[in-house]
């Protein structure tokens, strides 16, 4: 199975930013899609961004559309997620997970779409 180690974050100021990384070990994370979810102390853990396994598709949760960015190297095992323009209201512990179906609109943003999961790296914005 593959397993998966986010690194990136850290404390910054808003409206600072941040690339978090997913990289992968085990396996290669090709065949994979991979999506970034966020849990926040006190809340559920919500969907965040996804990449199909090709790369060609991305999808994003309204709250971040426009300032997140996912992508994808398969060459260097690695899934990124450029952060933008931070709120407070995006800190928490950020996961990326690995599907082994390719994702699409309908099941993207679903936690029980993604069999792997990292242990987080957590994003804190002061404001």
């Known amino acids: 199975q593959v397993q998966l180690v986010e690194s990136g974050g850290g404390l910054v100021q808003a409206g600072d930013s941040l690339r978090l990384s997913c990289a992968a070990s085990?396996?290669?994370?090709?065949?994979?899609?991979v999506g970034w979810f966020r849990q926040a102390p006190g809340k559920e853990r919500e969907f965040v961004a996804a990449?199909?396994?090709?790369?060609?598709?991305?999808y994003y949760a309204d709250s971040v559309q426009g300032r997140f960015t996912i992508s994808r190297d398969n060459g260097k095992n690695t899934v990124y997620l450029q952060v933008n323009s931070l709120r407070p209201e995006d800190t928490a512990v950020y996961y990326c997970?690995?599907?082994?179906?390719?994702?699409?609109?309908?099941?993207?943003?679903?936690?029980?779409?993604?069999?792997?999961w990292g242990q987080g790296t957590q994003v804190t914005v002061s404001s």
């Open positions: 997970a690995a599907a082994a179906s390719d994702v699409y609109s309908g099941n993207a943003g679903h936690r029980g779409s993604y069999a792997y």
């Open positions: 990449v199909s396994r090709s790369g060609g598709r991305t």
């Open positions: 085990g396996r290669t994370l090709s065949p994979y899609a």
